[in-house]
DNA sequence: TAGTGGTCTAGACCACCTA
DNA sequence: AGGTGGTCTAGACCACTAA
């Protein structure tokens, strides 16, 4: 055999259900019965199901049993840096900014800090041959580890700042993208004369708990930029 | 015991990893070594890694060992529905136009097809509380049991359209976002007077062999629509 | 009570890697 | 040759569901 009797499992049930053959919340049939179809035992039986969960083609419930899921028609990965989109590299990066600030009420309230504590404010433009591309506000709350080497901060991503401080596995992040037109400052920094629509990405990271441990809003020329996601 | 013994060990690995004991790249201790650590046998310790694996945090290779991975930084998953966003709901749509027509060299490209075969146009406009939103064009290869219900055409999101014709859990999905200023059709169609940035969302559908099968553009106002993402 | 899925064991054989 | 992960078995006991 080229695939593992598991694999065969799988691949029969995912055929079965993309040709219709099982349709949602059709019951799949039990794990006794496909142990006497493929002549398996109950374990490799339940490792083709464990997949099948996992890639979302069914849920289980115990004592009932194994049911087709309904398809997520509208989930998308999207992988967003910064620095790179699908039309656009930045081969440069200006600090315009790294300072220590005491947040207004806004900004602490959008941290959950109070304005007494310091906050560190990282902004950039980002360069692509020589053209400003798009205009970048960071603000951390501070933590051991943070980079305070410029030339590490003008390359850095939004998760790599914070990654230096602590496990990147615990961080929760969060994506807010919309459409805006520039004010007067971004228009400056991006060179705009003439209509020009922005593409405004928010970031916000937490940590474990969900404290949220940092705030960022890229402004990207409209023409610099273009975002993808994809099913699966 | 309240945690059956493969999820202790999980949150075990877990831990070590989230607070930087076990660093990327390094081995995890093997699964005989776990057997004797937790006193079980190989099969529970096995499904315990099966878990940390597919919920990204190490790899295996066979022969060698388990390793932890490299967090995936830049990675979110984002949820997109023509009709619903983080802080607007269509709550009425009207069909412009339904219509079959040969589609010009571009379009033809697009979808992979020739100048010569048939494909389905639905225009339509968005609203919320009786303003327009969004104007929003898909193109669609003919198959059987595609809605032709004016009132279905009117309510349904592009994959939903599709999924009538075949089971929803083969297609592939492409998301393309970008923001660019409204043409004059467009401005007549969201009623912009004024300069006002648009979002655009184009989405690609294509069936089980990445053979096209719908094409459409959701040109939306940028100040009603919000699109959110996060990580895991 | 019979059937279902959830957890777990104590073995087995294999292919692969390193020394 | 000895250790590693990958596949597989033939049992076991449990909690839950349904008739």
């Given at each position: 055999?080229?695939?593992?009797?598991?694999?065969?499992?799988?691949?029969?049930?995912?055929?079965?259900?993309?040709?219709?053959?099982?349709?949602?919340?059709?019951?799949?049939?039990?794990?006794?019965?496909?142990?006497?179809?493929?002549?398996?035992?109950?374990?490799t039986?339940?490792?083709?199901?464990?997949?099948?969960?996992?890639?979302?083609?069914?849920?289980?419930?115990p004592?009932?049993?194994?049911?087709?899921?309904?398809?997520?028609?509208?989930?998308?990965?999207?992988?967003?840096?910064?620095?790179?989109?699908?039309i656009?590299?930045?081969?440069?990066?200006?600090?315009?900014?790294?300072?220590?600030?005491?947040?207004?009420?806004?900004?602490?309230?959008?941290?959950?800090?109070?304005?007494?504590?310091?906050v560190?404010?990282?902004?950039?433009?980002?360069?692509?041959?020589?053209?400003?591309?798009?205009?970048?506000?960071?603000?951390?709350?501070?933590?051991?580890?943070?980079?305070?080497?410029?030339?590490?901060?003008?390359?850095?991503?939004?998760?790599?700042?914070?990654?230096?401080?602590?496990?990147?596995?615990?961080?929760?992040?969060?994506?807010?993208?919309?459409?805006?037109?520039?004010?007067?400052e971004?228009?400056?920094?991006?060179?705009?004369?003439?209509?020009?629509?922005?593409?405004?990405?928010?970031?916000?990271?937490y940590?474990?708990?969900?404290?949220?441990?940092?705030?960022?809003?890229?402004?990207?020329?409209?023409?610099?930029?273009?975002?993808?996601?994809?099913?699966?």
């Amino acid at each position: 055999m080229i695939n593992p009797m598991y694999l065969t499992i799988v691949e029969d049930i995912k055929q079965k259900i993309s040709s219709g053959q099982l349709k949602p919340s059709d019951a799949v049939p039990s794990e006794n019965a496909l142990c006497k179809e493929y002549g398996a035992s109950r374990m490799t039986v339940r490792k083709g199901l464990a997949i099948l969960a996992n890639d979302g083609y069914i849920y289980s419930i115990p004592g009932k049993g194994s049911f087709v899921r309904k398809p997520e028609l509208n989930k998308y990965t999207i992988y967003y840096d910064e620095m790179n989109n699908s039309i656009n590299t930045v081969d440069q990066s200006r600090l315009l900014e790294v300072n220590i600030i005491m947040p207004d009420e806004k900004l602490a309230g959008e941290l959950q800090t109070t304005i007494n504590k310091n906050v560190i404010v990282i902004r950039r433009l980002f360069y692509t041959e020589g053209k400003p591309v798009a205009y970048d506000i960071k603000y951390l709350l501070y933590s051991k580890g943070m980079p305070i080497v410029e030339k590490e901060l003008e390359q850095a991503t939004f998760p790599e700042m914070v990654s230096g401080s602590m496990s990147a596995f615990s961080l929760k992040k969060e994506l807010a993208i919309y459409a805006q037109m520039p004010d007067k400052e971004v228009k400056q920094y991006l060179n705009i004369y003439d209509e020009l629509a922005l593409l405004v990405v928010e970031q916000r990271i937490y940590n474990e708990e969900k404290k949220p441990i940092g705030f960022c809003m890229t402004y990207f020329r409209g023409d610099y930029i273009k975002l993808k996601g994809s099913s699966d």
